[in-house]
T-cell receptor
Framework: TQLLEQSPQFLSIQEGENLTVYCNSS?????LQWYRQEPGEGPVLLVT?????EVKKLKRLTFQFGDARKDSSLHITAAQPGDTGLYLC????????????FGKGTLLTVNP | DSGVTQTPKHLITATGQRVTLRCSPR?????VYWYQQSLDQGLQFLIH???????AKGNILERFSAQQFPDLHSELNLSSLELGDSALYFC?????????????FGSGTRLTVV
């Protein structure tokens, strides 16, 4: 059983469309992070959220941490081909926050 | 360039062999984490070192071992390799012992066992 479930697994959209990807768990996390990974590269940190209900914006990307700190969402407005990549969520849990547990990711393709 | 250096970038070897993957953390970072990424399992935590000492082990096979040296670089040793060990291996670094504020990843080593 995956601790962090991401959905959808694959998403293919046209440039200019909006989209939301989800990261869900039955466990509580002390913090949750989103990364983007491009082919042949390591994941790159986009954002960290630590407070239940927290919303952070990074240009066209909006991240939300659930009130109960068990889930998160990433919304992209007016997607561009440069947004293409694997989006990973990762959580740190209080007693073992030395390591991150990763979801399997959402593979996003934005077509021109 | 993230500041975390992994070598080699690609490695092709035969079953039964032993390989060593190397990671130099970002300047000033004391923690090194190793992860294995495969298509079916995603990113799986292997092991964590902080300032030369092992802090935690995850899903690391007994055939795998690691260490962190006084200059803080780390090596992951994989022995008696099997076809199923083919994967991307990433290291990541942080300044502190906690991953709560995010990792900086290297660009990975792609291991192919034939």
């Amino acid at each position: 059983t995956q601790l962090l479930e991401q959905s959808p697994q694959f998403l293919s959209i046209q440039e200019g469309e909006n989209l939301t990807v989800y990261c869900n768990s039955s466990s509580v996390f002390s913090s949750l992070q989103w990364y983007r990974q491009e082919p042949g590269e390591g994941p790159v940190l986009l954002v960290t959220v630590v407070t239940g209900g927290e919303v952070k914006k990074l240009k066209r990307l909006t991240f939300q941490f659930g009130d109960a700190r068990k889930d998160s969402s990433l919304h992209i407005t007016a997607a561009q081909p440069g947004d293409t990549g694997l989006y990973l969520c990762a959580g740190a849990r209080g007693g073992s926050n030395y390591k991150l547990t990763f979801g399997k990711g959402t593979l996003l393709t934005v077509n021109p | 360039d993230s500041g975390v250096t992994q070598t080699p970038k690609h490695l092709i070897t035969a079953t039964g062999q032993r390989v060593t993957l190397r990671c130099s953390p970002r300047s000033g970072d004391l923690s090194v984490y190793w992860y294995q990424q495969s298509l079916d399992q995603g990113l799986q935590f292997l092991i964590h070192y902080y300032n030369g000492e092992e802090r935690a082990k995850g899903n690391i096979l007994e055939r795998f071992s690691a260490q962190q040296f006084p200059d803080l670089h780390s090596e992951l040793n994989l022995s008696s390799l099997e076809l199923g060990d083919s994967a991307l291996y990433f290291c990541a670094s942080t300044k502190v012992q906690s991953g709560s504020y995010g990792y900086t990843f290297g660009s990975g080593t792609r291991l192919t066992v034939v």
